[in-house]
């Protein structure tokens, strides 16, 4: 009942959205997504026939009967399966005794040996039980192995064809099949289309002669060039397909070739996938070759897809570490710059204070950083505009220096330098580092402590700082390795930061190894 549903809803998004075939493709996945659940319960259900087959008590009719399902059931499904019960069927009019039978039998035989390319096998057996003058019982089948054969070795039997054109009732279900193939042999793709347009497929036919006829059309479109307009009939024909459900097709592995020029890549390796997994378990011998020859294709487009997905975002990854460590080293000359003016005036007490607001909207970019790639993004744009207003807070702090030196001389400058709390705005810096590199790197901690012994593991304060060892190593992690550097960076001395990296050394797992 839910596959019915996929298939409507097909339907409707066929007549509703014209040339548009989004809405189908997406029916399509969820049948794809659904195919291997559906393949085993169908599995069972043929094991199940196979076994009830197998009774003792069934009458010779009821028994050929049961073969002759279960060889077309399983001719779509599995060949080797198909093979066993067609040769049943044929063991079981040979022990009739019936030359009909055996003939017909034989006939069906022979076209699953050339689906699984015994096509010396399928030849022997059809000239075994026919000549010159074909009984008319075998006729049908004698013309239809007869064409499989020749199609199996690469020639298009339009003599056969027209043979049975001729012997053929026009009532016939499967005439307009032939009639179509050999429109195709002689290219009267006019008259192919006329076939295909008033061929009439009844509402109750069947799911896979809907698929057939589905995927005709669509072959029919792509033999006059026109590949928009094969793509739909395509869909359905696989959906139909999936729906039955069936391993032996090709509109699945056809529409893979098209979408794969459409650039939809993920849909055509999707698709392929399925098709190569079903052909080799049917082990129909053409569609092998046809999906093996494709799949190449479809997976060099697909993996240069994946590494461009994954060089791009490399790339962004490193753009913005390096805009992070840009932004670092630009909160350092803050940090350096403060400690070293001598003079301000009153108004750039107001500069000092949109300077702290900044740092507090960092820390709560920093924070955002953590959700997602789109919050990485906001926050480098952030960042270039808080650098931008830096640039000019800085020159309106040198003109404030000026004037409140000429206005007010050292008195005013040293009042205003002591009520600066430095070791406030080193705190306040030095927990927007900690914040921000704990967001980019969130396993830092434990990276670090896998290296140590576990009497000198460390760990993040109760406020979920981090102590002077692991800012050290958080500093090392990010390229900055002179000490010097760690030591202005953090606000230490060359001694403490020297001391502290011996200390992180001798406490590494190896520091023991000679």
């Known amino acids: 009942m839910r596959f019915r549903g ?7 998004s066929l007549t509703a959205c014209g040339h548009d075939p989004e809405p189908m493709l997406t029916a399509l996945d969820e049948a794809v997504e659904n195919h291997a659940a559906n393949i085993r319960r169908y599995g ?20 050929m009967s049961m073969y002759s399902d279960l060889r077309l059931k399983y001719q779509t499904f599995d060949m080797d399966s198909a093979i066993y019960y067609g040769r049943k069927e044929y ?6 005794n019936s030359t009909s039978e055996m003939a017909r039998k034989a006939m069906s035989l022979a076209r699953l040996y050339v689906s699984r390319g015994e096509l010396h096998e399928a030849m022997t057996l059809i000239m075994r039980h026919v000549n010159d003058t074909v009984i008319p019982e075998v006729r049908d089948g004698y013309y239809r192995a007869l064409a499989d054969v020749m199609v199996g070795q690469g020639v298009t039997p339009v003599d056969v064809y027209e043979h049975m054109m001729k012997y053929m009732s026009p009532a016939d279900e499967g005439r307009w099949f032939y009639e179509l193939r050999l429109c195709e042999g002689t290219g009267q793709y006019e008259r192919a289309d006329s076939v295909i347009l008033h061929s009439k497929q009844p509402d109750d036919a069947s799911d896979r002669d809907k698929a057939i006829y589905s995927y005709l059309e669509a072959e029919l479109k792509l033999l ?56 080799g378990a049917c082990k129909v011998i053409a569609n092998q070759v046809r999906v093996n020859a494709l799949f190449p294709t479809v997976l060099a487009a697909y993996e240069q897809q994946v590494n461009r997905e994954q060089r791009n975002e490399r790339v962004a990854i490193a753009c913005i570490t390096v805009m992070l460590l840009f932004l670092l080293v630009v909160l350092v000359f803050v940090a350096r710059q403060r400690n070293r003016l001598r003079s301000v005036s009153q108004n750039e007490r107001q500069l000092i204070g949109q300077l702290k607001s900044y740092n507090s909207e960092l820390s709560e970019l920093n924070a955002r950083l953590k959700d997602s790639n789109k919050v990485r993004d906001t926050y480098l744009l952030q960042y270039l505009r808080l650098s931008s207003e830096f640039v000019r807070d800085i ?53 670090v402590n896998r290296d140590l012994k576990p009497e000198c593991r460390l760990s993040l304060s109760r406020d979920g700082s981090m102590g002077t060892d692991l800012r050290v190593m958080a500093l090392i992690r990010l390229g900055i390795v002179s000490s010097d550097q760690i030591a202005e960076f953090l606000h230490k001395s060359l001694s403490t930061i020297y001391n502290c990296r011996v200390r992180l050394k001798n406490a590494r797992i190896d520091s023991d190894r000679g």
């Open 6 to 12: 996929v298939i409507w809803v097909a339907l409707l």
């Open 44 to 63: 069972e259900e043929l094991r199940r026939e196979g076994i009830m087959a197998k009774q003792t008590s069934l009458s010779d009719d009821r028994r």
């Open 91 to 96: 063991e079981l009019a040979e022990s009739r």
């Open 224 to 279: 006059e060039g026109d590949t928009v307009s094969a793509i739909e009939p395509l869909i359905m024909s696989s959906l139909y397909d999936l729906k039955v459900p069936v391993r032996d097709y090709q509109s699945l592995f056809r529409l893979s070739e098209l979408l794969l020029k459409r650039g939809d890549t993920d849909r055509a390796y999707r698709y392929i996938k399925l098709a190569m997994a079903d052909a």
């Open 395 to 447: 020159e309106k702090l040198k003109m404030g220096i000026s004037s409140a030196f000429h206005k007010k001389g050292m008195d005013g400058v040293n009042k205003f330098l002591a009520a600066i709390d430095d070791k406030k705005e080193t705190k306040r810096f030095l927990s927007n580092f900690d914040s921000t590199f704990l967001g980019l790197y969130p396993d830092f901690v434990e990276e």
